[in-house]
T-cell receptor, first 113, second 109 residues
Framework: IAGITQAPTSQILAAGRRMTLRCTQD?????MYWYRQDLGLGLRLIHYSNTAGTTGKGEVPDGYSVSRANTDDFPLTLASAVPSQTSVYFC????????????FGNGTRLTVT | KNEVEQSPQNLTAQEGEFITINCSYS?????LHWLQQHPGGGIVSLFMLSSGKKKHGRLIATINIQEKHSSLHITASHPRDSAVYIC???????????FGTGTRLTIIP
């Protein structure tokens, strides 16, 4: 089934540990995005990639890094997790044209203790 | 002030009622999205529009570009419509979306 797969679904992580959230899409979409969703705030963009091999910083990039080695995969890494990174993380993709709809993964609920 | 404001923040209605959720924005945009998020669930794109009106089943989305305002309507509401509805806009010259904080809709049987 075409779509976006995120893993893990949820994770509890000790502060200071490194963690990579995985995101894979099979729609051959050029653009991919990582958002975090926190209570009372709208979805906020962490990092994005317009095409394989390129990445850019979003609204809240500090403490996160991404890579886009190929079209399908867009992992998000927390090098040294902090409690403020407790959130629900959503990966999304689009064909990349101005009015292309967004497709979202089911999210990863991360708790940093 | 957020670039995207939604109202109401919370809405509870009886099954069968006509529902309206509003979205106002402060910048020129190339597109506006309406998204749906069920409790504990993922996010689904409902509509993307840049002018006029779109309809899908019991859902209708309208946009007034001059007034910088969009509405999402649900006719004959049903408990399965209970979800958070999120408005997002794509400002001119910006590839990235700006999101509202969502409207939590609860439909009571």
């Amino acid at each position: 089934i075409a779509g976006i797969t995120q893993a893990p679904t949820s994770q509890i992580l000790a502060a200071g540990r490194r963690m990579t959230l995985r995101c894979t899409q099979d729609m051959r979409h050029n653009a991919m995005y990582w958002y975090r969703q926190d209570l009372g705030l709208g979805l906020r963009l962490i990092h994005y990639s317009n095409t394989a091999g390129t990445t850019g910083k979003g609204e809240v990039p500090d403490g996160y890094s991404v890579s886009r080695a190929n079209t399908d995969d867009f992992p998000l890494t927390l090098a040294s997790a902090v409690p403020s990174q407790t959130s629900v993380y959503f990966c999304a993709s689009s064909a990349g044209r101005a009015n292309s709809p967004l497709h979202f993964g089911n999210g990863t609920r991360l708790t940093v203790t | 002030k957020n670039e995207v404001e939604q109202s109401p923040q919370n809405l509870t209605a009886q099954e069968g009622e006509f529902i309206t959720i509003n979205c106002s924005y402060s910048v020129g945009i190339s597109a506006l999205h309406w998204l749906q998020q069920h409790p504990g669930g993922g996010i689904v794109s409902l509509f993307m529009l840049s002018s006029g009106k779109k309809k899908h089943g019991r859902l209708i989305a309208t946009i007034n570009i001059q007034e910088k305002h969009s509405s999402l309507h649900i006719t004959a509401s049903h408990p399965r419509d209970s979800a958070v509805y999120i408005c997002a806009v794509r400002p001119f010259g910006n590839e990235k979306l700006t999101f509202g904080t969502g409207t939590r809709l609860t439909i009571i049987p």
